[in-house]
Structure formats: C-alpha cells, structure tokens
C-alpha cells in the first residue's frame, strides 16, 4: 500500500504540493474577499499577508524545493492522504495546523536544507494561529511599541499625548498602534525569512549573530514607522496605504538581505 502510494504521489511532489495547499487554504478567503471588495487594485494591497509573508515563503519553498533528497519517504504515506482530506474542510485554522503538523513532522524525519525549509512552512502555520489566537499576548508588545514611538517623537512634536496605545497630536490627529503595524506579527516573519536560508549554511554563530543584529533593527525600522504615522495626517496618508505599506516590507527585505550577506561574509 505504502509502495503504490509513493509512486502516485512521490515525496518531492506530494510534500510541497500539500504545504503549498495548505499555505493557499490561509490566504485565499482574504484575498477573495479584498478582490471582491476593491477589484483588482486589492492585489496591491496583499490583503491577508505582507511582502514579510512572501519573503518566508519564498525562502521555506526554495530550501523545501531545491533539496528534494532531504524530503523522507512518509511524505507520500497515508498520513499525507489523511492531511489532504482534513484541507477539503473550508476552515482556515484547520489548514494552519496542518501546515504546522505536517511542516514540523517533515522538519523531523527530513535532513539538509530540506529540513529547514519544511520547519519554515510549520512556522508559517504557527504564525498564523498567533495572529489568530495570540491577541492577548501581543498587547504589551503593542504597548511598548506605542511607548517607545512616544519617546521618538514627543521631543519634536509638543503636546503629543500617549493613552495606552492611541498617539494623538493637539490639533485632533491620533493614530491607534494596532496588531497589523506591530513587530509582534512581523518580527516571525522576518526571522523566519533570515533563518531558513541561512540555517545550515554558515556557523551557528553566523546565524546568532545575524538574528542579533536584524532583531534590534527591525524593532527600530517599525518605532520610526509608527512615529511617522502620528507625526501627522500626511505621513499617516503615505505610510499607512498599500504602497507605503509595500515600501516598509521591502526595506525591511532589503535589512534582511544585508544581515544574511553579511553573515555569509564574516
């Protein structure tokens, strides 16, 4: 049975065929949704995911596919089966826990960059449900972000006021930190866009530096983000619409893409 279904479905096909669907079962309801509501121009805007999204998948599909001798055996056997008939439930939470069961159960059998990229995918899953479940948690986050935004530019702006994590400005202008405009949603993202590619690559202590010095930098790039949308109702214009938004992501993919060069080199 196992033999008949390893040639139906080989591992290097069966394994990111159902990732990648999985993957799909996430996002496709937003994207939908925004398609239906705004039209074409909603592609733009990447509804339900940001260019960090991509980047992580980029990266956790490149290792996944590029090494296919990493994949094990049991990525065609009947629990593959089971993990594709639980996908044609219509539930997102469904399909980001079997991107995490399975992206972590190929993460464990698997080897080489094959390994990593299974691991990035399972990541992908969790982040997903951390979006979903982990609000609670993300909260204090948001209101130290909101804090240290304060902090950025109440020397420049007087009268600036911080109330949880609302900014508002003496002439009525305020902007709410919210979880979309947090590190704590973007920061995964981005460390699994660096780790992926570079786990296995250099030495572990490459790969804890680069880690070391995207971590802070991000969380700067973000504090000057936020600050920039409160400092008034122009920047908040610009850095809150879909091209600000698509700017930031791919500074940011610019700061990742420096840390792993410079990992490489060190």
Do not use: K
């Amino acid at each position: 049975m196992r033999g008949w279904l390893q040639r139906t479905a080989p591992p290097a096909i069966a394994a990111p065929l159902l990732l990648g669907t999985a993957w799909l079962a996430l996002h496709v309801p937003g994207l939908v949704e925004g398609l239906r509501a705004q039209g074409l121009g909603a592609l733009l805007a990447l509804p339900g995911m940001t260019v960090l999204d991509l980047a992580a998948l980029a990266a956790a599909s490149a290792a996944l596919l590029g090494h296919p001798a990493g994949i094990p055996a049991s990525a065609a056997g009947p629990w593959a089966w089971l993990a594709a008939a639980v996908l044609l439930v219509p539930s997102a939470n469904l399909a980001a826990l079997v991107l995490l069961a399975l992206g972590a159960l190929l993460a464990w059998r698997g080897s080489g960059p094959a390994r990593w990229g299974a691991l990035g995918l399972a990541g992908l899953g969790l982040h997903f449900l951390w979006l979903r479940h982990g609000l609670a948690a993300q909260a204090s986050i948001i209101n130290w972000e909101a804090w240290a935004a304060h902090g950025l530019l109440a020397p420049f702006t007087p009268g600036l006021v911080l109330d949880g994590n609302v900014l508002r400005l003496p002439g009525g202008h305020g902007v709410a930190v919210l979880g979309p405009c947090s590190v704590a949603q973007s920061l995964p993202l981005a460390v699994l866009a660096l780790l992926v590619p570079l786990a296995g690559q250099v030495p572990r202590h490459r790969l804890f530096a680069a880690l070391t010095l995207a971590v802070p930098l991000l969380l700067l790039a973000n504090v000057a983000r936020l600050a920039l949308l409160a400092a008034s109702p122009a920047g908040y214009a610009w850095g809150h619409g879909a091209l600000g938004a698509n700017l930031y992501g791919l500074a940011c993919l610019l700061l990742l893409q420096g840390c792993d060069a410079w990992a490489r080199r060190a």
